[in-house]
């Protein structure tokens, strides 16, 4: 048996790296677009105010069903983890940690990629097969302004904006289930939520809404402006979009939590 070439060896290898470095450079050349748009504020501005109300405005109820539900289910599993003879108010510190720091920007964020990134690249997708964004080109109006940039700016805003309103309301269901439900009182609950508090912890928790939103905008705008050809291309570039999304969520929470982890505690 003859031996294998090196050359054939390493063309897998070859191929896997030149596909990513082309996916990362049409990326930035799209975040160099996005920028550019900027000097245009009559292009996006008006579209950024209606994306702001569809991303936010229009996901407060969502936000709020699983807040409601975070906050709750994550009290009443912290209350009976709980050994004998543990202070009760530890209850209350527990979970404005785990919801506040963690679980409502995260959940919140991907959650949302499943409504908000889904159309996102729904919508841009069904303007990139029907001509659409070819018409905008056509007449010298610059698509990429009026499509990814207000959706990026929008995402920014409000997903903090959002994220303030899951943790309010994550931590009110979190305080109604314990009084409710089990032994803890309301001192209790008040006190752990004042222990070892830090203005940081919030403006933490921001930092990730806003990556997070960001993320979200430009990864699901970019796959809807590169869709392929048809309603196939369509679904296949929505499929792909909230996965890398998702994914790069993931990715975001833990750098900020390598970056940021160590200040937040007081």
């Known amino acids: 048996m003859s031996p294998v070439p090196p050359a054939r060896l390493l063309a897998p290898a070859e191929a896997l790296i030149a596909g990513t470095l082309r996916a990362v450079g049409a990326r930035a050349y799209f975040g160099r677009d996005i920028l550019r748009g900027l000097r245009e504020p009559a292009t996006w501005f008006p579209e950024t105010v209606r994306q702001m109300r569809t991303i936010g405005v229009e996901s407060v109820p ?62 841009i997708g069904t303007m990139r097969v029907t001509e659409q964004i070819d018409a905008l080109e056509t007449l010298a109006f610059d698509p990429v302004g009026f499509l990814a940039l207000p959706r990026l700016a929008a995402g920014v805003v409000m997903l903090p904006a959002l994220v303030i309103l899951a943790n309010v309301a994550a931590i009110v269901s979190a305080w109604l289930t314990l009084i409710l439900a089990t032994d803890v009182r309301t001192d209790d609950f008040l006190q752990g939520l004042r222990l070892a508090f830090t203005a940081f912890q919030v403006v933490y928790s921001l930092i990730k809404a806003t990556s997070f939103g960001a993320a979200i905008a430009f990864v699901c705008s970019y796959e809807g402006y590169v869709t392929g050809a048809g309603a196939e291309g369509v679904g296949r570039s929505t499929a792909k979009a909230v996965v890398i999304a998702s994914v790069s969520i993931l990715v975001l929470d833990a750098i900020v939590a390598a970056v940021f982890a160590p200040f937040i505690q007081a």
């Not at 963690?102 to 959940?107: A, C, H, R």
């Not at 964020?109 to 996102?120: D, E, H, I, N």
């Open 62 to 123: 969502l936000t709020l069903i699983v807040a409601a539900f975070l906050g709750g289910v994550t009290a009443f599993q912290t209350r009976y983890q709980l050994f004998p003879g543990v202070q009760l108010s530890v209850v209350g510190l527990i979970a404005r940690q785990s919801i506040v720091l963690e679980l409502g920007p995260l959940l919140t964020a991907l959650v949302l990629t499943g409504r908000v990134g889904a159309r996102m690249t729904a919508e």
